[in-house]
């Protein structure tokens, strides 16, 4: 009886262990600190390239990530014009230290042109742009859809993992209520990725190396960290809402600083 007492209680344990989530907090930091991964490989010889291939594929949940949160900021902001204005304002600092940077590391061939801002912030725009909270008339929804489909092409083209990221970020919103939809969509985004990556070399470990590397198509490991995530926001400090802000530059410039030093 007793025994059958200490297993009932053990499953119940095990089962609160399991059911228990993060909040947006949480995840926050620890995306922050699996980032690193993809990018310490930038000071040459810190890591093989074999294992630089594997942190790159490791941390393509990272991007979609903070692309399903911008969501999340989209959705739940009280002021969508200062979040917008945030994001772009950061993508502009963003710009002008990499520039800086690039201009004083150029003798030795340093460079740093990581802008996760930018892809967020046309990400939120093009949600703010084809997602009005309000009616509008046919041809103002046309011309707004253009607009999405402009800076989606521009987006996928121009900024840092923007081919996985944009598109992603427009199926979570558009589907966020239908998930059996969004999934299916998730799919063929995946498919397109995996297939359009897909290059056969002389051994199966260039192969591999390659996949690696071109392995955009792994942001599904994102969605353990979805399933993970319980809606709520964590602490709401300003040291909370602003560390990524801060984190993320600074960790890529103190990177690239460290890079051009040993080099």
Not at 41 to 50: A, D, F, K, L, N
Not at 188 to 216: G, K, P, R
């Amino acid at each position: 009886m007793r025994g059958n007492v200490c297993y009932t209680q053990c499953r119940s344990k095990r089962k609160k262990f399991v059911m228990k989530k993060w909040n947006e907090t949480q995840l926050k930091y620890l995306m922050a600190a699996v980032m690193i991964l993809d990018h310490i490989p930038h000071i040459t010889g810190i890591v093989s390239p074999m294992w630089e291939g594997i942190f790159h594929a490791m941390t393509r949940c990272v991007g979609v990530w903070f692309a399903y949160m911008a969501m999340e900021g989209f959705i739940h902001t009280r002021n969508l014009k200062d979040y917008l204005i945030r994001l772009w304002s950061w993508a502009l600092i963003m710009f002008a230290g990499n520039s800086l940077l690039n201009a004083l590391f150029a003798s030795k061939g340093v460079m740093v042109n990581n802008n996760i801002f930018l892809t967020l912030a046309i990400g939120v725009t093009m949600l703010w742009i084809g997602f009005p909270r309000k009616e509008m008339e046919q041809k103002e929804k046309l011309w707004r859809w253009i607009g999405v489909a402009g800076l989606l092409i521009f987006g996928s083209l121009f900024t840092e993992g923007g081919i996985t990221m944009l598109p992603f970020l427009l199926i979570s919103y558009s589907c966020r209520n239908r998930k059996g939809l969004r999934n299916l969509l998730y799919a063929f985004l995946w498919a397109f990725l995996l297939v359009t990556s897909i290059q056969i070399y002389d051994t199966w470990h260039q192969t591999l190396e390659m996949m690696l590397y071109n392995s955009d198509w792994l942001f599904i490991t994102v969605f353990p960290f979805i399933a993970l995530y319980n809606g709520q926001r964590g602490q709401e400090t300003s040291w909370s809402k602003y560390f990524f802000y801060i984190f993320y530059p600074a960790h890529l410039w103190i990177i690239t600083l460290i890079a051009y030093l040993v080099k």
